[in-house]
């Protein structure tokens, strides 16, 4: 399986087509495999964004538009190295288009790439072929049937299908396949971690229990999307407090933030009087991660009201994770207030956040358009006052 020079072509010479039209006029292009080439189009758009060093790569391909769909962006991928030690032996045991395979491998001493589907492995044989990744060894095999034959490892990586009948999304571990729960105790046979992508919708409480031995939870984002939840489960430990570590990659570079389920649980919630100097809003990864009062212990912060999730404070915490405001005026919300705002504020960047209107309900009452630098929070401070916030970027 390759690409030829006159497909590497085609394909960049219809980089920007309707795909439909291209599949209807197939008959213009005769000797070319048009659904082929209209599948690696559409694969190419979907990684252009999410995974640069790949999309560059004129010779990769893609054995469905969907694989591309669900694979990991470069920037999760390169961040799975941090779990992996160097040299070590790593099985994939759910392969797919091969992503978090290629990028483990370059701080692995070997892996092993198991998958199900015969074009996925073709494919990915010849990827690896192409990024030079020597060290990879692919096997076409139902893991749930290869269970017996899986080789004893360093650490296992395995990302379930997370579709279930009828192509539905499913969420919930135990409606994925494979039977993560049920594999694991086979797996920590044969090795003494297993690193699990999980979907971003998981709920980490539930999945904790799912999962026993969990040493280390990664929620991670980018650009404040939260995209992959990542359980390591380890074989010895005794520990039950795991560590959850939030990373959002954004355009200024990569936030972290890191507390124990222990340590959130036995934090007393600090809430603030009145709305200070600066507010505070949490990046994805530390709302997902539920870490609603160690950020405001360890950012030195406090929180506006128990169900609001921002937080001020009267001096600058530049390195907080998530976005910094400097407040400007902090309005009483009233139906008076919102007949004029909008010769106030004619233009701003709306959030709400435990507040009875949603933001397409707030900008109709007050007739304020979107974007510009002011930035207006609609929120309930401790006492239950409705108030509106008006900030600028920090």
Not at 73 to 95: F, H, I, M, P, R
Not at 168 to 175: I, S
């Amino acid at each position: 399986m390759f690409l030829t020079t006159s497909q590497i072509q085609f394909i960049r010479e219809h980089a920007a087509d309707d795909l439909t039209r291209l599949l209807l006029s197939a008959a213009k292009y005769p000797g070319m495999d048009i659904p082929f080439l209209v599948d690696q189009i559409a694969a190419r758009r979907q990684i252009r964004e999410k995974l640069p060093s790949w999309y560059a790569n004129e010779q990769l391909i893609f054995p469905a538009k969907i694989a591309a769909e669900q694979c990991s962006s470069e920037q999760t991928a390169v961040y799975k190295q941090c779990l992996v030690g160097e040299g070590w032996n790593v099985c994939d045991l759910t392969g797919g288009l091969g992503i978090d395979s290629y990028f483990i491998s370059r701080k692995a001493g070997h892996l092993t790439y198991i998958e199900r589907f015969p074009a996925y492995c073709e494919a990915a044989e010849h990827n690896f072929s192409v990024l030079g990744a020597d060290n990879i060894t692919v096997i076409n095999a139902d893991t749930t049937q290869y269970i017996n034959k899986l080789p004893e490892v360093d650490a296992f990586y395995i990302d379930p299908a997370r579709r279930g009948e009828c192509n539905k999304r499913v969420f919930a571990l135990q409606d994925c396949e494979p039977d993560l729960p049920g594999l694991l105790p086979e797996l920590l046979k044969r090795s003494p971690r297993v690193m699990a992508k999980l979907s971003p919708m998981a709920d980490i409480q539930m999945t904790l229990g799912l999962l026993p031995g969990t040493t280390s939870i990664h929620v991670l984002s980018v650009k404040n999307e939260c995209k992959e939840l990542l359980f390591v489960t380890e074989r010895e430990t005794k520990n039950g407090n795991p560590a959850i570590h939030c990373i959002n990659f954004g355009s200024d570079g990569m936030q972290s933030f890191l507390f124990t389920v222990e340590e959130e649980r036995s934090a007393e919630l600090i809430v603030a009087g009145q709305v200070a100097g600066y507010l505070y809003e949490p990046n994805a990864s530390v709302l997902k991660a539920g870490a609603f009062k160690q950020i405001a212990v360890k950012m030195g912060v406090e929180k506006l009201q128990v169900s609001s999730h921002l937080y001020t404070s009267d001096r600058l915490v530049s390195d907080f994770p998530g976005r910094v405001f400097r407040v400007d005026e902090v309005l009483p919300f009233t139906g008076k207030l919102c007949k004029g705002l909008s010769k106030m504020i004619p233009q701003a960047n709306i959030t709400v956040r435990n507040f009875p209107l949603s933001v397409e309900e707030l900008r109709k009452r007050t007739k304020i358009t979107d974007g510009g630098s002011t930035y207006l929070f609609a929120t309930t401070l401790a006492d239950g006052e409705k108030v509106l916030v008006r900030c600028s970027k920090a």
